[in-house]
């Protein structure tokens, strides 16, 4: 703000104060800034990069390619705006102009992860109109791909590797359109609105993302109707189309997520979202994990510090019994106010485990996330959790998640199912599901969605937002047992359970049928 009190011309002041505000999740005042910044200096190419991010962080595809396109007039080699044009017109379904920016970006930087994408684009455009009954993607993409993608490894190393096939002429585009004419979509579309918006955290760092409220709206309501057809025993799952076999077999807690799952995959091609046991073999057995730091060498994560307290606090607390040290030490750990003076007194890189208490298996303590401290040259220290996913993991939260689900079918299989009782169990599994971690990306957020369609299927609506300030996957991730994690959200969410019409939301189009390709999926999320 100094700066720009000296010089109200001065154009990267505007931008970065603009970028400060978009880091911090204030999209109005980014929006604001990045176009002073275009108004003091049109050609100015950084600002419309960074300004299309945001309108990208939205969701706002529309503006973001606007955006994009303008600045690689200016400045047509400029990788990172060739990269993002291409990802937004891969999330719109345009993929020829998708495939023609990837080209032109691995052309520019042979090692640039755009080529995962750009198979990703040929795999959804031979996709686009076959029943989503009837594959999965998770099983059609090869483990190796997968992995590697989610590694950002340079393509020279993927061995064996099948390339997709060439654009099929015969198979057009997705007519972009950000308004549908269709009765059933805009009936489904407008009942998710409200429900899609849930989604958003009033946290630092996080934008509302219109596109993936979208996703989260449409996913919910599809998850309820599936769910209802389950507890009236229409349980079949057809061949090929789940994650969990490929073989027909009866509706269990995987092809719930599932539901989840999709959606979030579709409605964002830039992120790598797969099921963490169909990577390699090897890699399963080793443990690939999700990692989030809360502090990287002198930056603390704006997302994620507000948690570093708490989970501070916590690793101090297991560091006696799961470290080895003498007693004499433990003063000095229980002193420690940061990073630095933990490590001096631990004098090396080390990771402890929270607790996962097992329901399915009482007296079983489970491992929940690893809270780790490291420190590099000359970058410093990061604490971080870090959630390896290993087949002995996947047995134990199979485990629980099963448990609960086959509860929940109980339950629904009542003519009035005590509303507490339902609501104690969808918390409980959606604890697990935090603790578990099962996907590479997306974990989060598909156990919210998972969570507010559960509550559509015993016709309940949850109608309040995440407290400010609360990440609902840290308040399961940081604490020990389901009835901690019920008690963090039920003073909030309990008491904004509204019940719905339940003739109304019968009286609606099923999902499943209104978008039963990834056509479909496509044309829906890009309806405003």
């Excluded at 594959?135 to 590697?148: G, I, M, Q």
């Excluded at 009033?202 to 389950?230: D, H, M, W």
């Excluded at 299989?413 to 009782?421: F, R, S």
Aim: charged share 25%.
């Amino acid at each position: 703000m100094k700066a720009i009190s000296l010089d109200k011309d001065f154009k990267e002041a505007w931008t970065n104060l603009a970028q400060a505000y978009k880091d911090w999740g204030k999209y109005d005042r980014a929006e604001q800034y990045f176009t002073k910044a275009i108004a003091i200096d049109k050609a100015y190419s950084h600002a419309y990069h960074l300004r299309s991010l945001a309108r990208f962080g939205v969701g706002d595809h529309e503006g973001a390619l606007t955006d994009l396109t303008e600045a690689l007039k200016i400045e047509p080699q400029h990788i990172e705006c060739r990269h993002l044009r291409a990802v937004v017109y891969h999330g719109l379904g345009m993929i020829r102009p998708a495939i023609e920016d990837y080209n032109k970006v691995i052309l520019a930087k042979p090692d640039h992860f755009a080529w995962y994408q750009k198979e990703c684009a040929l795999y959804y455009h031979h996709h686009l109109d076959i029943s989503r009954d009837t594959y999965n993607t998770d099983h059609d993409l090869e483990p190796n791909f997968k992995e590697s993608w989610c590694k950002r490894n340079h393509p020279n190393t993927l061995t064996g590797y099948h390339a997709q096939p060439p654009i099929d002429p015969k198979i057009p585009d997705v007519q972009y359109s950000n308004t549908t004419t269709n009765p059933e979509m805009k009936a489904l579309i407008e009942y998710s609105r409200e429900i899609g918006k849930l989604l958003h955290l009033n946290c630092p760092g996080y934008l509302s993302n219109a596109r993936q409220q979208r996703f989260c709206g449409l996913a919910a309501i599809e998850l309820a109707q599936t769910l209802k057809a389950v507890f009236k025993g229409k349980n079949e799952v057809p061949k090929n189309s789940a994650s969990s076999t490929k073989d027909a077999h009866k509706f269990g807690w995987r092809d719930m997520y599932d539901i989840c799952v999709k959606w979030r995959q579709y409605s964002e091609p830039n992120d790598p979202v797969w099921w963490v046991d169909l990577l390699t073999p090897a890699q399963f057995a080793e443990g690939f994990g999700s990692h989030t730091p809360m502090v990287t060498g002198q930056t603390n994560v704006v997302r994620y510090y507000p948690e570093f307290k708490r989970a501070f606090g916590i690793m101090k607390s297991l560091i006696k019994d799961q470290c080895n040290i003498p007693t004499s030490m433990m003063k000095k750990v229980e002193e420690a106010k940061d990073c630095k003076e933990l490590y001096d007194v631990m004098r090396r890189d080390f990771w402890v485990v929270t607790p996962c208490y097992s329901t399915a298996t009482p007296e079983k303590v489970m491992e929940g996330t690893r809270l780790t401290l490291q420190y590099s040259a000359p970058e410093g220290y990061e604490y971080s959790i870090r959630t390896p996913g290993t087949p002995p993991r996947w047995v134990d939260y199979d485990l629980e998640l099963n448990h609960f689900f086959d509860l929940l079918l109980q339950a629904g299989a009542q003519q009035n199912p005590d509303i507490e009782q339902v609501s104690d169990l969808i918390l409980s599994i959606t604890f697990y599901w935090y603790n578990f971690m099962p996907l590479s990306r997306g974990t989060a957020a598909c156990g919210y969605v998972a969570l507010l369609g559960m509550f559509l299927t015993f016709g309940i609506k949850i109608t309040a937002p995440v407290p400010e300030g609360m990440m609902v996957d840290w308040e399961g991730i940081l604490r020990p047992r389901p009835e901690d994690f019920i008690g963090a959200l039920k003073s909030w969410m309990y008491p904004s359970r509204q019940k719905i019409s339940q003739e109304e939301f019968d009286q609606l189009p099923f999902v499943n049928q209104v978008f039963p390709t990834l056509r479909t999926m496509i044309t829906g999320l890009n309806v405003k």
